[in-house]
């Protein structure tokens, strides 16, 4: 196992139990991303090419963790991880009959203030 699957492998579960801050979650995503890059033996203007994005903006991906939505799903996208996305705002799914009638029905719109 290489150094950045073994970092990698880690860091989720570092970010499993501390996942409360977002600067740690947008860290850690770059992380990520990096280890994820240089498994695929990409540079980052391969990537950044691949994906769509300036170099720069890459860059400070990588190390800061600021980008933008759309810059992430580029990234995961060019590195073969976008389906991954499609489960992460995805409804709770209910397991049992009990869990169902205990959920309240489902708000169409936001309260009115």
Known sequence: MSYYMRYSHTMAHILALDSVSPAAIAADLA??????????????????TRAGISLGSLKRFERTGAVSLQGLIRIAVALGLGEGFAAVL?????????????TPPRRVRGRRR
């Open 31 to 48: 992380a990520r991303a990096r280890a994820r890059r240089l498994e695929a033996n990409l540079t980052q203007q391969g990537l950044a």
């Open 90 to 102: 995805a409804a709770k799914e209910l397991r049992t009959l009990d869990e169902m009638l205990a």
